[in-house]
T-cell receptor, first 115, second 118 residues
């Protein structure tokens, strides 16, 4: 079974704090995507990482893809209440036995940033 | 760009009736569309993959006769939940993939449809 383990499951922090969310697997992925989902809405793509060791920055968000393309992390600096939401990682197994465009989703990290 | 819409956003129906959910790619042609189901406080579970003009591929455990998928055009896929029961109540999300944007083209998600079966 191809699994993506996300941790932590829940995170409640104060505004201004830093945090890191982890996404780990024993499987290799062609690429890995991070999404943010608000209650009652669909996931919104934040970033796609493709190359092992790749680091991408999106304002206060830093995404890293592991060298072996099995894990990824999302780091948020100086979190704000607007960052509150469900963060999902999803791995693309397309070139490693997955069907076309088959994303494997982690269970998500529910982040709450209090003012 | 890459906007995906779903209709309706919410639907309440009686047990035994059928419900159709539409998924449209508004500004691009989607060669592949995906249907997911999400239970409260859980992640997305892929139900099926549909390619325009061909039969959908269903994930293990998903009844193809209950969840009918039609991908008749490059911008529209429909999911029909037939003879709905309360256990079918869930949040259904579609996504669309252009297929011609390179090897690592992303899936763009719709806003979801909340189905409640009474």
């Amino acid at each position: 079974t191809q699994l993506l383990e996300q941790s932590p499951q829940f995170l409640s922090i104060q505004e201004g704090e830093n945090l890191t969310v982890y996404c780990n697997s024993s499987s290799v992925f062609s690429s890995l995507q991070w999404y943010r989902q608000e209650p009652g809405e669909g996931p919104v793509l934040l970033v796609t990482v493709v190359t092992g060791g790749e680091v991408k920055k999106l304002k206060r968000l830093t995404f890293q893809f592991g060298d072996a393309r099995k894990d990824s992390s999302l780091h948020i600096t100086a979190a704000q209440p607007g960052d509150t939401g469900l963060y999902l990682c999803a791995g693309d197994r397309r070139n490693y036995g997955g069907s076309q465009g088959n994303l494997i989703f982690g269970k998500g990290t529910k982040l709450s940033v209090k003012p | 760009g890459a906007v995906v819409s779903q209709h309706p956003s919410r639907v309440i129906c009686k047990s035994g009736t059928s419900v159709k959910i539409e998924c449209r790619s508004l500004d691009f042609q989607a060669t592949t569309m995906f249907w997911y189901r999400q239970f409260p406080k859980q992640s997305l579970m892929l139900m099926a993959t549909s390619n325009e003009g061909s039969k959908a591929t269903y994930e293990q455990g998903v009844e193809k006769d209950k969840f009918l998928i039609n991908h008749a055009s490059l911008t529209l896929s429909t999911l029909t939940v037939t003879s709905a029961h309360p256990e079918d109540s869930s949040f259904y999300i579609c996504s669309a993939q252009a297929g011609d944007r390179g090897r690592y083209d992303e899936q763009f998600f719709g806003p979801g449809t909340r189905l409640t079966v009474l």
